[in-house]
């Protein structure tokens, strides 16, 4: 299993309607790295990473997690096969996910919130999975305000809480859906910060983000998406050093300040 | 004439009496249409379409028609379809299925409110529809809703008095009686508009308690 990449991505195709959103990505995500999906709004990116958390399901092509299928396999003949729920869910375990907006539970306080899962699917007592749940928010340095509710945190802290949330059922790969862009500059800080944490432990990542300066310095490795196809893929010196690919450069330019993008 | 009063405290054993049935009426009538519409509002959801507006012809014909004619059929009309029902039965039924009609589309708008992401959240980390119902949506539904909740349940006290009509020996029905006896309209029309209103008075409070009480779990701002 150790030499299978965590997410292997195989001419993924998704349609909404006439709309094609991915139109046959190819993707590998390395154990042990942290990989940034980037690219314009409307390239694919977040539906890309929403395919793997199974959060939407593929009309074309294979995601593979660990090795094992997600959601459909392969038959004799080429056509895909639904695999049966439990089995699903069984891959889908390996992973945890953070979203842009949080969505933690307004009826829960943090700690509620993370430990919802260990009493409900996992069937942990409510007292352990509390433990557990309290050594989560102090790695994300929020044990001070485990009984607060989400209404009573800030934007930063009720991430810090959701990527608790995630880490609680211990996954083996954590996706993250532009998990900064709802917050200020000030808050974003501290969101990345736990993020490069995790990354520095050694947490398969892949994320979905506009931060390009944390792409650059915590990415092993970036994918560079625009309308739905894959337009480069490498080490973050080879993607934003020069000579660097047309379409990133536009894209530097409009989503930084000149300023930034020659920091790079 | 008079107001007199005296007259009222005389018959004041049988006023509450009726009283006793009225909110009996009122409080298992609710239950019932909460519980109904909430049933109503997981099959229109999650079964399937057909079901769906199987159901929406029922429940509009209901929102459509004055609480007063639906009674009346029930009670006068259901023996001519085999359904003889006695008074306080036909009205119990009847408050079931008129709240039931409105509770649903309550439920229903409030599954329409629960923000797609608290779902999926659920979904990632491995609650099934089951779990995910009872311990996500409900909850947060229960929080969004409780204001036009115990709005419509306002409505239904006042609708117990409908059911006068049919003889279901509740307040409006002895108040009235009263009333034609002794020619004491002003003194049993005054009282009774008195106890509906402290009653309602006595729902709200609780509502607003409750809504304090929960306050804290409003959705958070992103």
């Known amino acids: ?264 | 004439m008079t107001f007199d009063l005296d007259l009222i405290i005389s018959f004041l054993p049988d006023i509450l009496r009726a009283l006793g049935v009225t909110i009996l009426l009122w409080i298992v009538g609710s239950a019932l249409g909460i519980l109904v519409g909430f049933v109503i509002a997981v099959l229109r959801r999650y079964g399937p379409r057909g079901l769906d507006l199987a159901l929406l012809a029922p429940v509009e014909l209901i929102r459509g028609t004055p609480f007063l004619v639906q009674i009346f059929l029930l009670y006068y009309g259901g023996p001519f379809i085999g359904l003889s029902l006695d008074s306080v039965t036909a009205g119990l039924v009847g408050l079931t299925i008129y709240g039931a009609a409105y509770y649903s589309e309550l439920w229903r708008s409030g599954f329409n409110a629960i923000p797609r992401g608290h779902i999926e959240a659920a979904q990632c980390v491995g609650l099934n529809r089951r779990q995910t119902l009872k311990r996500i949506i409900l909850p947060e539904m229960t929080m969004l809703l409780l204001p036009s909740m115990v709005n419509m349940t306002i409505l239904m006290l006042k609708e117990t008095a409908i059911l006068s009509i049919i003889s279901v020996p509740e307040l409006t029905l002895a108040v009235s009686a009263l009333g034609t006896k002794y020619y004491a309209f002003v003194e049993g029309f005054a009282i009774l508009a008195l106890v509906y209103w402290a009653l309602v008075e006595a729902c709200s409070a609780m509502g607003r308690y409750a809504e304090r009480r929960l306050s804290k779990y409003r959705f958070a701002a992103t």
């Open chain 1, 1 to 264: 299993m150790t030499e299978k990449p965590a997410i292997k991505v195989e001419k993924l195709v998704k349609r909404f309607g006439a709309n094609t959103v991915l139109s046959g990505i190819d993707l590998v995500v390395p154990r042990g790295q942290v990989t940034c999906l980037i690219g314009p709004s409307g390239s694919g990116k977040s539906t890309l990473l929403r395919c793997i958390a199974f959060l939407e399901e593929a009309n074309e092509g294979l995601i593979e997690i660990n090795g094992e299928p997600l959601g459909f396999t392969s038959g004799e003949y080429g056509e895909r096969n639904r695999l049966p729920a439990a089995q699903i869910q069984k891959v889908r375990s390996h992973i945890g996910m953070v979203f842009q907006q949080f969505n933690l539970w307004p009826h829960m306080t943090a700690l509620g919130n993370v430990a919802e899962a260990l009493v409900t699917v996992r069937g942990m007592p409510r007292k352990a999975a509390e433990e557990r749940a309290m050594a989560q928010l102090s790695n994300v340095g929020l044990s001070a305000r485990a009984g607060h509710y989400p209404s009573e945190l800030s934007g930063g802290q009720q991430q810090r809480v959701a990527i608790a949330r995630a880490l609680a059922l211990d996954p083996d790969i954590m996706l993250f859906d532009e998990p900064t862009s709802s917050l200020d500059p000030e808050l974003t800080g501290e969101v990345l910060n736990v993020m490069r944490e995790l990354a520095q432990s050694g947490m398969t990542m892949l994320v979905v983000t506009h931060e390009i300066g944390f792409a650059a310095s915590v990415g092993s490795k970036i994918v560079f998406l625009d309308h739905g196809e894959k337009i480069v893929e490498g080490r973050p010196d080879e993607v934003f050093g020069k000579p660097r690919h047309e379409r990133i450069d536009q894209f530097l330019d409009t989503y930084l300040d000149r300023g930034a993008a020659t920091l790079l």
